[in-house]
């Protein structure tokens, strides 16, 4: 084989390398995303019983609605990406939910919304929440970063061979979550 030759053979098994290298990279960033995605959520579980046990002395006639959102927690910490991401993300959903009309239910409790302790643990819950969202925001990226290189040859190509499959769900809103608010209905 001429020099020639050996250089075209060397710069063919350096493209499919790279290649190989990226579709890798993309497949280890989505696991990544979702051990992030669960480092958030474990804040989330560990926030919830000391915010329940706090409401819990302010709340005592909410019971249904707690034990809902503990119940909830549970099937959410349950649940994992790795064994049916379609479930996992069904479950944070239905709980986020319920965490969404926990925070509406405690409005009507004027003692408790200045309790310096529940405050701060309600600030804790947002905060968590915002770190949440910005966890499924890297997911959603990850995800569609190792779909592109799935389905774009020649990163395709690579990825058929190696049997890596873009085949992880994206976190979206819900149908009802899309839908426009009417501010008029909080004034009632």
Known sequence: M???GWVVLGVVVLILYFLYVG???KKNKVKEATAGIDVQLKKRYDLIP???NMAAK???HETKLMEEIT?????AMQSSFEEDPKAKIKNEKLLEQKLKEFNISLENYPDMKSNQTMLQAMQALNDVEEHIAAA????NAAVNDLVNATEIFPSSLIAKIIGVKADM????????EKK???STDYFK
């Open 2 to 4: 001429s020099v020639f």
């Open 180 to 182: 426009p608010i009417n």
């Open 50 to 52: 000391n915010m329940m």
């Open 136 to 139: 499924r925001r890297f997911y």
């Open 71 to 75: 119940r909830l927690r549970t099937n």
């Open 169 to 176: 769900p994206y976190f979206e809103a819900d149908e009802s």
């Open 23 to 25: 579709v890798i990279q």
């Open 58 to 60: 302010f709340m005592e």
